[in-house]
């Protein structure tokens, strides 16, 4: 933006004293400082998750087939498309809080009003957003994943639309059933029928959604990343919501027009874009890939 | 009360309405280059699903690739647009980008062989 940091300066000017080599003011440069601090939490967390992925043998879930509901839509597959919902959303806030800076840098206190308060609206929405995602999370699916007698794990399947059982499929390898591999027994009444024998008998092999210790989408691993990475943003999300409101009373009572400029609105709008940033790669390596 | 011995930088961060107007549809471009990245992905995600092409297959591979590509442009423009760190000084651009970045490819470089490595060694 225009401003001191355009200006056109010699380096003995600049790194000679009396002046910040960096052009920006103490606040602002240690919100950035901040900023990277957290993108390493945020990158440590991610690439934790991606070296669990690494070592794991087995078929690791696909975020199409567990993210696939929305709200309403019953059974209907509609893979990512909450999630997709939930990124636009939080796209759309970060463009109301840039544009709540710019009216803040020509000093128009109206337009600041108007894109914070509408900044705090998405991040309300985001915030319940997933408080929906995680309610389905943990609920889960109507047959779940079983573990079999030898030791191997099947992912149930399923009619969407008349909720009938269908046959298993092997997600994790066992003495007798292979990934990848086909087998008459684990389809058709066969397979009905041994869903319902164990479903009387040994309930306790059969998880339905998640806890913190295990899920019937993938290895213990995927629940607890997905719990704490989302909910660790979700975290970030909350908080960014209550400074923006704080900043937003600030505005309107007139403290920033008689400071007679807008930073603090720029800052908080740093770590509001931050909270994006973040989501954008958690919707890539979480969800997508 | 006035202070002498505080620099506010901030103070310098006004602009006029013309230029407003041209930051403004800035950001109107990159919000339309934001979502349109964003509905790719997905549509890409919807019509060549992981478990249709297998997850080791090539075609799987590149989609990958495709998505790291599209998330690193949409964190670009977050990051220099919206934050607008492409307008600061080179040196803080710098300072806040570069040891972030050479830290980061370390940290995944040896996280990603070493699981490779614990993989191997578990499938065998």
Redesign the interface.
Known sequence: ???????QMDAATLWGG????????YG??MM?FFL?SD??TF??LL??Y????????G??P????VFHHFPLAGEAHL???YV?FM??IL??S??T???GV??G???DKKGVIKWLALTIVGGFIFLGSQVWEWSHFIHGSEYGKITMADGSVMKAHYDHGTHEFKGFEVVQDGSKYKIGEEYEELHGDHAVALYKSIEENEPYRIVKGANLYENEYGPSHYGQFFFFITGFHGFHVFSGVIINILVLLMVIKGTMHKR??Y?MV?KT??YW??V??VW??V???FY?? | MERDDV???????????E??KK??KK??IV?AL??II??V??GV??LW???ALG?DSGAWLSI?LF??V??LV??GY??L????LG???K??KY??LV??II??IY??FI??V???A??AI??S
């Open positions: 933006m225009a401003g001191h940091a355009t200006k009396n002046e910040s080599p960096f052009s920006v003011s602002k440069m950035w990277v993108a390493l990158g440590g690439v934790a991606g070296t669990i992925r690494y070592t794991y043998t078929i690791w696909s975020g199409e087939e893979p990512l498309l997709a990124t636009f796209i759309v970060s463009v809080m840039v544009l710019e009216a840098h020509r000093m007679g400029h930073e720029e709008g740093l874009h931050f994006d940033l954008v790669f919707f890539t390596f997508l890939v | 620099i506010e930088y901030s103070l310098d961060a006004h602009h006029s309405d230029d407003g930051i403004r950001i109107w919000t934001l979502s964003t509905i992905e997905v995600g919807v699903p992981r478990n997850a990958k998505y790291i599209l998330t949409k964190a977050i990051i647009t919206f934050m607008h307008d600061e000084r040196s803080l300072v806040i040891p972030y830290f980061m940290l995944m996280a990603f070493e699981g490779s614990i993989n578990w499938a």
